[in-house]
């Protein structure tokens, strides 16, 4: 067998890659994608019997046009593929430079000229064409901008959400942040099964591509009411390739971006940003036997210390992954893919109860996490009509927190200070396998159908445990004892999840319809009495319609309406599980060095939550109107409208309880609010959980719950020319609600649990609107010199924020101190945020080798934002200092340089 070294050659500038980040139209949870075709003659009649052969680095594969000249090559694998035509009396025809994305059709229309078989004629393909048939808005972000844009390297599952138009701090949409998104690798979800947020965490050098889904998904996309991320690994070839990368930075690189005015308001605030970092990665893969068995191995190092926001000087994280992927085509129709990874999650510095503000270096936890993940996929091509498909992916892995300091935590309510140690140590054991199987089939009749039936079967087991330090948590007051908490809890849990869908992509002249339905059946057991704690059945019906309207494949009109549905998570009945130990309150006496404890009250853990009957799972309803022009050759524009209502939101409320109205005086403005008291209090305190869209108190006004987005995208992609090209996208968007889009508030939470953080200046701008975002990719090869500059500038409306007073429970005659909104929501935001970071590199090409050297700028200006502020009425001691109202209490990281050098062939 002949050995050939190759590494995909990136001779032009990463401005020559950007376009693959264009805001592309595709829809597909597959990996894989479609060249398809029609080959006429010069008068436009189909040409049968026309061999079709289709070249990548997996090998050849040849097809003969039928009795229309139609071809289809179905299940290809993502990259860069050349068709070439055969036909006595024709001249051949090569299409190159043809590139497949996740779930991406490439339709061609090939013509042929009368002439000899040694008169070929060329055509390089375009990226930029206008998909006429789908009402998908995605992004593809392929291994080579990964390579050469200035993009965050840290836990790429979730940091490339950030970088596609209309999604920021991992909310898309007015989403929850971070779980409301599915987050899969090679077509298989890897959140975790207890609210949905990112698990797993890999290497960004073993992506061969990422692919965000954001509007129109057809039906086989479920359990998100964000966005979707759907990474593909990278794979052996028919040639060896290599990479050994060594990045680095370090604090002498890091610059200050730290005002003397913020220094005046909160002395603790320094500059943050990376001290040290030591990442390294080396890759092999080729052929075991060519065009048959392919291999991929990766091994990576990352040692990262920072210099973290809040109190604390220093976080650590050590994390060494292993990656391997074996691949086989026993057959041109046949796939098989085994895939593994290890890795160890291993951090220093994480923060204690308190928080970011309230944890200094001796309040910090430590984690150690371990985990598999493993992966195993088969796939059938049918023919040129159908593909087969099936995948089962799972992972198992756990990460236990453990203070540094064992010793209690205290909280003095006066100060609103903590200290002693971090206060609390915990257990997060984790299982989750899921099998995934498909079947596409395309038919004529009365048009083009492209239809699809699958079935995804979830298994995931969860098991939380939580206990205070020592035993207990003091609340003090004035520097005094005042009373002591006792808390803990062993809960066990299991998702069970099936889910069918089936869809339909009819195209029908310049009309298509994408039409489809899907319905996830979802239990919740408790794995120690195996008892069905929640059960639901939602069906999801997705409409999208597409019109070609010029006929020409240059522009088109996109309508949807869909319903989008959360995943299987484990948080939205977990208080119901048996393991939950009584809640202990104490009364706290002596001094702060010797204190004393005697209980006054104890509320039973046995019991306490009991889920509804009859839920209905937390869904989002989709409509998006877009149009989208090609303007001339490698330019296209898209507009969107979007519109997202949040509903069925899971909560937790008390059984029975009433309300009275009270008058409080707003010590802010001096008005009076109405507030509520608990009337008939007991000891013995029972909560239900199920559906508060509108729940109605008893004494006090019907809740609205509610959350909806409304928003105009606006995108412009220039393709590479001219040395140059860029990507430009601006959202204007608002999102009202009275529940915030942080990670768990529509899924579980205890706002609605009192009325008073119901209905007291709920109602406004949501934590992570975004009024303004503006975003812009740019890439230029510098002539002469040869070195790529490759920018990312990004400026945002700051999000919303809203001052609170801690006001005591006997207030309101609850169970503990409420954080009461003073002011409507939104009614006050940090600043504008605008960055902009830089990438400059050259390269040595020396025979089949490729050897460059990169600097990265993060924030090349230096600029310096409000990433958060103090937010309690009228101060909180941080770091020992008293921070007023309004007072900033992080920024964002300033400048840092990062060095890097590659051997990649």
Known sequence: MTIQRLFSRLGISAAALLLALSATSVSAQTMTGTIAGQVTDGQGGALPGVVVTLSSRFGQANQTTDALGSFRFLGLNTGTYEVRTMLNGFKPRIQSNLDITIGKTVDLKLTLELGGVTEAITVVGSTTKVDTTTTATDTTISQDLLFNMP????????????????????????????????????????????????????????????????????????????????????????????????????????????????????????????????????????????????????????????????????????????????????????????SFQYDQYNQGGRTGLGGVNGTTDARVVQQDSPEWTWNGQYRRVLGNS?????????????????????????????????????????????????????????????????FKFGVEIERSNIRNRFAYTDGLFFYDYGGAPYLAYAYQYDVKGRNDRMSFFAQDQWQLGRLTANIGARMDRIKGVGTSDNKTYYDVAPIAPRLGLAFDVGGDGKSVLRAYYGQLYDGAVFASWSNALPGIGDYIIYEATGTIANTKVKEID??????????????????????????????????????????????????????????????????????????????????????????????????APTANAYREYNGGMFVLTRAYSNRWQAQISYVYSETNGTVTNSATSGISSGQFQTPNTVHVNTDGLVGFDRTHEFKAFAGYQIPVIEVSANVYYIVLSGVPWTPFQRVSASTFN????????????????????????????????????????????????????????QARNPSASIAGTAVFLGGVTALNQPRQFTFGGRWSF
């Open 151 to 338: 993009i965050s390297r840290a836990n790429p599952a979730v940091s490339m959400l950030n970088y596609a138009p209309g999604i920021n701090s991992s909310s898309a949409f007015g989403g929850a942040s971070g779980s409301a998104n599915s987050l899969m690798v090679d077509g298989v979800d890897v959140r975790d099964p207890e609210a949905g947020t990112a698990w797993v965490f890999f290497n960004y050098n073993i992506i061969d591509q990422v692919h965000i889904g954001s509007l129109g998904q057809s039906a086989e996309y479920g359990g998100f009411t964000g966005a979707v991320i759907n990474t593909v690994t990278k794979s052996g070839g028919n040639r060896f390739t290599g990479l050994f990368e060594q990045r680095y930075t370090g604090k002498k690189f890091r610059g200050n971006n730290v005002s003397a005015a913020v220094t005046k308001v909160n002395p603790s605030i320094k500059a943050t940003g990376v001290d040290s970092l030591k990442d390294y990665t080396v890759q092999l893969g080729g052929p075991l036997r060519q065009n048959k068995a392919f291999f991929f191995a990766s091994v990576q190092r990352y040692a990262i210390k920072q210099d973290p926001d809040g109190p604390r000087t220093l976080r650590t994280e050590v994390s060494p992954r292993f990656n391997g992927k074996l691949t086989l085509q026993p057959t041109v129709s046949d796939n098989l893919v085994a």
């Open 814 to 869: 609850w169970t503990g101190s409420i954080d009461l909104l003073l002011e409507p929501r939104g009614n006050r935001r940090l600043e504008k945020q605008q960055l902009l970071d830089l990438r400059l590199e050259k390269v040595f090409n020396v025979g089949a080798n490729r050897f460059g050297l990169y600097v990265d700028a993060e924030n090349l200006l230096n600029t310096g934002f409000q990433t958060g502020v």
């Open 602 to 699: 104890r509320i039973s853990g046995a019991s306490k939550y009991t889920v509804l009957k009859d839920l209905d799972h937390p869904r989002t309803d989709e409509i998006s109107v877009a149009f989208e022009r090609e303007l001339g050759r490698g330019l296209k524009a898209t507009a969107t409208y979007i519109r997202r209502d949040a509903k069925n939101f899971i909560n937790a409320t008390v059984v029975g309880a009433q309300w009275t109205s009270a008058n409080y005086t707003n010590p802010l403005n001096g008005k009076v609010e109405t507030i509520y008291r608990w009337a008939n209090r007991t000891s013995d305190q029972r909560f239900q959980i199920g559906n508060v869209d509108n729940f109605a108190y008893s004494g």
């Open 386 to 450: 159908g593909l087969f498909e099936v995948k089962l992916l799972g992972y198992w892995g756990y990460f236990d927190l453990d203070p540094l300091t064992p010793t209690s935590a205290r909280l003095d309510g006066d100060s609103g200070a903590y200290s002693g140690g971090a206060g609390y140590s915990a257990q997060y054991d984790r299982t989750r396998n899921q099998l995934n199987a498909s079947l596409a089939k395309y038919v004529e009749a009365k048009g083009t159908h492209a």
